[in-house]
Structure formats: structure tokens, C-alpha cells
């Protein structure tokens, strides 16, 4: 049975550019789920096209699925088996079927779990895939330009990485197994040097440095090209920072508590990194715009400390100083999605062992038009589209400067138009749309916003 408890965190608050201090979230809500969730994930189960949650119980060998109702608020929560100590989930289309499948790593018994859905949010286990000792750390992408998901896990015991090629079908050739550094602990995807794949960035904890594999275009890589960070780099989050459109490189530091910020040079290489501190014991990140000014935030989950830290952008990829919100407990993991189905993104935070709860905050901003405190626009410009990569939908952020006749166009990689997401006048100031690309294939998508003479076109890629 599921057991809200709701606690009052009246510092949770958070200023936004305006004088006045604005609550960006609500109240948390708890939920009570398995002992000890390890990892928390959102994504669409059931077929109702609102964000559910997933969270993997290490301690109970299982993954509790907490169906949303449409409001942010959460049904009883349903176990399923994955296997011996899971850690890491992801939930992904994984057998083509056109809904999310689930992927678990189970840490001790050097093996995956495949979940399969049967579109209506019931899972049943469909295979367990043998890969090197200690997998830490798992991702999902196409990595051979086949059209379906692959998988990717950090190994902590070789100090590797495996990839398992998808069939189609969510079964899986033999891991290929390529050597990073000493116990990598996190592995995250991207295209990281504008050639249209899925390239991987590793945080080593154990050597004090990010590994970096490009994807040959067929989903084998490259040798690693390693990064120094600070001590006991624990999490690494790919994001573009600086508003060129190539992801640039988050890594939290345990040891250190910083964040190392790495600017990509677009062609997958990195500058030397610039140190953030957070709180006390940084692990859990995510990277979102959190202040709705069209570029990209971090949020740093901080265990020893409890709380997370708000790092906002200058717009540049530097970022003005931590702002600490306390979470009461030690935070094992952070997810952030739009919850509530207001078209703003909420925080979902899983705690560590003892806990046995999660959080839900929902944002604000939609709801008490924080948005309208905001100055008129000095520019016309359209954001990166998130999530990117996204499952099935993602938001697109624009923003004009005066009263424009606007039209967003959706473009495949030959051109072809796919959907025209408006077309029509709009009022000067902040704008924001949703696509909606269930009947598309997964691949590489360019997206137009044209503003009377203004013309911006920037890449998006669709993973199922």
C-alpha cells in the first residue's frame, strides 16, 4: 500500500531573477516503496501518456512501479522481480513495440534484467544478460543506427564498459566489452561530436577522471580519451551548457564537493574543466532549465549534507553559486519530468537505504504564472528541445521578442518535412509547445522556428 506523507519544508524556495522569492515547489509528497531505492526513473508505462515512476529496491531484488494518476499524484505501488541487488534502471521501447520496456542491472550477480511491458504497465521478466562483474551504471541508445535501443553498462570490477547490440526484438548479441579506468560508476550517452551517433562519456571513480568513447558510426568505439576531475568523480550527465547545441560534460565529485563542468570544443574533445562546489558529499545530478531562461540548470543531490544544490546558468555555461534546499534525507537519486502534466518539470527524489520512501515536489511555476513575472524577451530564439534524446514526446521552449506571425517545422535527416508544430501569430514573450512523435520512427530530427525574417534550426534525436 502506498503512504503519503506530507512534510513541511518551508525553505525549500527558490529565486528566480525577480525580487520577490517565488516557491518553485510544492510541498514534497512521500511514497513509500521497497528497502533501499537505489535509482529512480520516469517515463510513460501504462499507455495514458502521463509520466510514471520507476524505483529499483536493492535491498528487495525488485522494481516498484507507481502509477500516476494524471495530477503528479501516484497510485499503489506494484513490485516486480528483476533479480539478486538491482541498481540501475531504464525504461525504453525495447522490443519495438512501441511502449517502454525495462532494463535493471543487478550489481552482485553480474547480470541485466529485461522487463517487457505488455502495454498496459504489467511487466513480466524476459531475459537476464550476462555481462562483466559489478555492473554500476546503465544506459539506453541506439548505438548502431539500426532503429532500436541498445544497452550500455559501467562494470566496476574489469574497470569497462559493455555493449549489448539489440536484435530488434530485446534480445541481445554477446556484451563487447571496451577498458575505461578504475571503477567507473556512471556511464551517459550522447552525440558528442556532430556526426549523428551515440558516443559515451564514463565517470572513473576510483582513477579521478571521465572517459570519453566515440561511436565509429556502428556502434564499436573508439579508445578511451580520459579527463582529470576532482576526487571521486560519482555521477557524469551529458547537456549542452553553453548554448552551441554540442553536449557539454557534467561530473559530480564525492570527495571534493564540486561539480567539474567540461565545455565540449564540438568535435567531442573537452576544455580543461571549471569546479562548481556544491554541498557536502555530491552525487545524484541532473541538468534541466530550471529558471525557464532557455538554458540549462544543475541540480546536485548531495548525501552527506542531505539536500540538493541549485546551480543556475549565466547563459554562458558558467554558473552563479550553489543555493541549498534540504531534503531531510540522504538523496540516492534524482529524476526530474513533467509529473502533473502542466508542462513544467517536477523532482522526484529516491533516499538511501533506511528511508525506504521517495519524494515527489511538484513545480509551481505553471500554476501560479511565475512565468508572467519574467521581462519581455530582448531576442527571438528557440531552445534545445527536452528531453533530448526524448521518448515519444519532448517540449520545445521559444521565446520573441515582439508580435511575430511564427512557424515551428519538424524536418527528418533527408529533409523531408514531418509536421508542422504552428503556424500562426503569437504575442511577444515565453512560449512553449509539445510534439508528440509516437508514430515516428527512432532517429535524427531537425526542428525550425521561423519569426517573421528570424530563421533557427537546431537537431533532436527520437529514441524508442
Known amino acids: 500500500m502506498k503512504s503519503i506523507i506530507t512534510v513541511c519544508l518551508a525553505c525549500f524556495y527558490i529565486c528566480i531573477g525577480y525580487s520577490s522569492r517565488a516557491q518553485l515547489f510544492e510541498t514534497p509528497v512521500f511514497y513509500n516503496v521497497g528497502e533501499w531505492p537505489e535509482y529512480i526513473f520516469s517515463a510513460e508505462l501504462n499507455g495514458d501518456d502521463f509520466n510514471d515512476l520507476v524505483v529499483v529496491n536493492r535491498a528487495d531484488s525488485c522494481i516498484s512501479v507507481l502509477f500516476n494518476n494524471g495530477d503528479g499524484t501516484f497510485q499503489d505501488t506494484v513490485n516486480f522481480y528483476t533479480g539478486v ?131 565509429n558510426g556502428d556502434g564499436t568505439f573508439q579508445l578511451a580519451v580520459n579527463y582529470d576531475t576532482s576526487e571521486e568523480p560519482l555521477k557524469v550527465f551529458l547537456a549542452d ?15 571534493s564537493s564540486n561539480v567539474s563542468i567540461f565545455i565540449n570544443n564540438r568535435d567531442g574533445t573537452f576544455q580543461t574543466p571549471e569546479y562548481y562546489n556544491a554541498d557536502s558529499g555530491p552525487d545524484p545530478i541532473y541538468v534541466v532549465d530550471l529558471d525557464n531562461d532557455y538554458d540549462n540548470d544543475l541540480v546536485v543531490g548531495n548525501r552527506n549534507s542531505q539536500n540538493v544544490s541549485i546551480l543556475l546558468n549565466n547563459g ?45 515536489l511538484i513545480n509551481r511555476t505553471n500554476q501560479t504564472g511565475i512565468n508572467q513575472l519574467f521581462s519581455l524577451p530582448r531576442k527571438t530564439a528557440i531552445s534545445q528541445n527536452y528531453p533530448n534524446p526524448f521518448n515519444a514526446n519532448t517540449l520545445f521552449k521559444y521565446e520573441l521578442h515582439q508580435h511575430s506571425q511564427v512557424a515551428i517545422e519538424v524536418y527528418d535527416l533527408l529533409g523531408r518535412m514531418v509536421t508542422t508544430l504552428h503556424d500562426g501569430l503569437k504575442p511577444a514573450g515565453k512560449h512553449h509547445i509539445f510534439w508528440y512523435a509516437d508514430d515516428l520512427p527512432s532517429g535524427i530530427y531537425f526542428y525550425k522556428l521561423q519569426a517573421d525574417d528570424y530563421i533557427e534550426t537546431r537537431k533532436m534525436t527520437l529514441l524508442k
Open 85 to 215: 541487488n538491482p541498481i540501475p534502471v531504464f525504461a525504453i521501447d525495447l522490443d519495438g513495440d512501441d511502449d517502454n520496456d525495462i532494463a535493471v542491472a543487478n550489481y552482485p550477480r553480474d547480470n541485466v534484467s529485461i522487463l517487457l511491458n505488455d502495454g498496459f504497465g504489467d511487466f513480466y521478466l524476459a531475459d537476464i544478460l550476462t555481462v562483466p562483474h559489478l555492473p554500476k551504471s546503465l544506459f539506453s541508445a541506439d548505438f548502431d543506427n539500426d532503429g532500436d535501443n541498445d544497452l550500455v553498462t559501467a562494470n566496476v570490477g574489469p574497470g569497462n564498459v559493455s555493449i549489448l547490440i539489440n536484435n530488434g526484438d530485446a534480445t541481445f548479441q554477446e556484451p563487447v566489452n571496451y577498458d575505461v579506468r578504475r571503477v567507473p560508476t556512471s556511464v551517459h550517452s550522447a552525440d558528442l561530436d556532430g556526426d549523428s551517433d551515440y558516443d559515451l562519456a564514463v565517470a572513473n571513480n576510483d582513477d579521478d577522471n571521465v572517459s570519453i568513447l566515440l561511436n
Open 241 to 255: 551548457l553553453d548554448g552551441d547545441t554540442y553536449y557539454d560534460m557534467v561530473v559530480s565529485s564525492y570527495e
Open 316 to 360: 554562458d555555461g558558467t554558473f552563479q553559486g550553489a543555493v541549498n534546499y534540504e531534503l531531510l534525507e540522504i538523496p540516492n537519486s534524482i529524476f526530474m519530468a513533467d509529473l502533473d502534466n502542466d508542462n513544467d518539470l517536477d523532482l522526484a527524489v529516491s533516499y538511501f537505504a533506511d528511508a525506504n520512501s521517495i519524494a515527489v
